[in-house]
C-alpha cells in the first residue's frame, strides 16, 4: 500500500500521442497523477476539462499534470482533442501502474459489482516521494484543492 514519504512507483506509458513517459523524467518536479475511470464519460470529463483550464495556475507552480486511465492511446487521443486537454493522458491498458498504485478495484454501479480504475490522485514531491493522496477526488473541486496543496508543499 502506498503512502505518504513512500516513493512512488515508476512508470513507462504511452500518452495520446503515442510519446512515451516516465516516472523519471519528472524527477526535481512536482507532479499530479490523476488516475480517472474512463474516457469522455461526464466526471472524468469534468475532471479532464478542470485540469485543462487550471492548467497554467499550474505551470505558474511548477507543477506537471498527467492523467491515467486503462484506456487505449487512440481513445486517449479523441478524449484529449475532443476537449482540447493540454497535458499528458497516459495509456494503462495492461494495468500495471494502476495496479501498482493501489488505485484498481471493486467498484460497484446500480447494483452490479466490477472492477475498475478508482478515481484517486498522488502528489508526488520533486524528490520522487508521495507528498498527498487524494483518495476521493470530486472531479469539479479537485484542481483547486491541489493547487492549495502544492503551495503548502513550497512553502516547506
Known sequence: MIKVGSKAPKF??????????????????????????????PGCTVEACSMRDNLSVFNTITLAVVGISTDGVASHKKF???????????????????EAYGVWGKKSFMGKEYMGTNRMSFLIAPD?????????????????????????LSAR
Open 128 to 152: 520522487g516521494t508521495i507528498a498527498k493522496i487524494y483518495p476521493k477526488v470530486k472531479p469539479d473541486e479537485h484542481a483547486a484543492e491541489v493547487e492549495r496543496d502544492v503551495a503548502a
Open 80 to 98: 484529449a482533442d475532443k476537449f482540447q486537454l493540454n497535458f499528458p493522458l497516459l495509456s494503462d491498458e495492461a494495468k500495471i501502474v494502476v
Open 12 to 41: 513507462s506509458l504511452q500518452d495520446q500521442n503515442g510519446a512515451t513517459h516516465t516516472l523519471s523524467q519528472y524527477q526535481g518536479k512536482k507532479v499530479l497523477l490523476y488516475f480517472y475511470p474512463k474516457d469522455d464519460t
